[in-house]
């Protein structure tokens, strides 16, 4: 965490230069100052100062932010923007505000894993069974903010993919030497399972090991974009501790999210035993497949795709050759390029259930992006993205949306059709 001066001495660096505005999505559909970097960080000073209270309008402000991270770079001043919106939605979190319940309860609900099991079973209960294909149906019409759930989430499988592990994830060509641990994302868990199904299979055709714990323990990372820091900090603790016993090396996630918020613990909380050490850990699964130089299956795949670079994983961590070396180490999959390929989709985690109007028309840009391609199949590393790029399969623009290690997996499949 940095100290109040560093974080001070940031809030002066701003020479309102302008760079940040052709940049900002949302400054691209809405045309006002108050979206733009620059006008957050004026509004973090002047705060600061005694300046500006709390109120529901600044709060409104600082919601106001994909955490796409466009502004810091081109910030000739390298302002990290997000830390400050970070950090001002927590000063604020106590102000009343329409998405206040939302992170409240989620905090509520996620530092309690068995609670969080349950209900989430409950939801899968309600929603797919009574709703028949869980598309919240009956369950938007007793919550409200179910009706955007709805609209924007894929259906709870029935079967979550830590329910349908088997225990042993022991790896094809035995090699007890090589182990890995294996963070299961809740997108991932909860939405997409058969994702993790392919890391699994991807990393143990490769001969590894893989450590899995036997509950999904949320990283954290909505509560803490959403101004929810203590429970944010009590979900990294479990999570540091989870893994303790797992005794892996190295950490593994698919969620572009998931890593970067993972990669955060030991700079956010290092008062928390382990955090530094369990940070240095974590690499997204593309980095370490390339790094590792793993090996794709006989069979080819022989199809045209096109990738999104999430915002989490290009410009937060640096990540964009790895997806692509993935992808094109596939023997017969095509990668299209397509324009802007790191700009935001317009998911970025809550923001589509908190604010659907913008979300949706951030999200129509990069829609058109992929249309121009010529491909329905799109690749991406992150589940928040690929829940809003799925929005696209309504529109006629998306066929599907995968991860890069879905593809990989599919080498070993016999008969992949052209
Ligand atoms: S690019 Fe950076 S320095 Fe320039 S106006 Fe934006 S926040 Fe300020
Ligand atoms: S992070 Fe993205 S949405 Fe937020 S101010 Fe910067 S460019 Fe705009």
Redesign the pocket.
């Known amino acids: 965490m940095r100290s109040e001066a560093e974080y001070n001495d940031y809030l002066r660096?701003?020479?309102?230069?302008?760079?940040?505005?052709p940049v900002c999505p949302l400054f691209a559909e809405l045309r006002e100052e108050s979206t733009?970097?620059?006008a957050?960080?004026r509004l973090a000073k002047d705060f600061s100062v005694g300046k500006l209270q709390q109120t529901v309008r600044l709060k409104e402000l600082f919601s106001l932010c994909l955490d796409c991270r466009a502004?810091?770079s081109?910030?000739?001043?390298?302002?990290p923007?997000h830390e400050i919106v970070q950090e001002m939605r927590g000063k604020l979190q106590n102000v009343s505000s329409p998405d206040k319940k939302l992170y409240k309860t989620a905090g509520a609900v996620l530092t309690r894993p068995r609670l969080a099991r349950s209900l989430a079973s409950t939801i899968i209960t309600i929603g797919n069974k009574l709703n028949r294909g869980g598309n919240f149906s009956l369950t938007k019409k007793v919550v409200p903010l179910a009706r955007q759930a709805g609209e924007v989430f894929p259906s709870i499988t029935e079967v979550p993919f830590l329910k349908g592990l088997k225990r042993s994830n022991q790896a094809e060509d035995t090699d007890q030497k090589k182990k890995v641990g294996y963070f299961v994302g809740c997108a991932t868990n909860y939405f997409y399972p058969h994702v993790a199904q392919a890391a699994v299979k991807v990393l143990g055709k490769n001969g590894y090991h893989v450590l899995i714990p036997h509950e999904t323990i949320c990283c954290g990372l909505p509560l803490y974009s959403g101004g929810e820091h203590q429970s944010a900090r009590k979900l990294a603790a479990q999570v540091i501790e989870q893994f303790q016993d797992l005794k892996a090396e190295v950490i593994v996630t698919d969620c572009a999210g998931c890593s970067l918020h993972l990669k955060e613990y030991g700079r956010l909380w290092p008062d928390i035993p382990g955090s530094v050490e369990f940070s240095s850990r974590i690499q997204d699964i593309s980095w370490f497949i390339v790094q590792e130089k793993l090996k794709t299956g006989p069979y080819p795949v022989p199809w045209n795709v096109t990738y999104h670079d999430p915002c989490h994983l290009g410009r937060a961590q640096g990540i964009y050759a790895e997806p692509r070396q993935v992808l094109t180490g596939i023997k017969g999959l095509n990668l299209i390029e397509m324009e802007e390929s790191n700009r935001c989709c317009g998911g970025s985690g809550l923001f589509s259930l908190t604010k659907p109007e913008l979300s949706t028309r951030v999200l129509a840009r990069k829609l058109q992006n992929i249309k121009k391609t010529g491909t329905g199949l799109v690749a991406t590393s992150c589940p928040s993205c690929r829940i809003q790029l799925e929005r696209g399969i309504k529109h006629q623009v998306v066929e599907q949306v995968v991860h890069p290690v879905e593809l990989m997996a599919k080498t070993w499949d016999e008969g992949v059709n052209k």
């Open positions: 660096k701003c020479i309102r230069c302008s760079f940040c505005q733009l970097a620059r957050k960080v502004c810091e081109v910030c000739p001043a390298n302002i923007v």
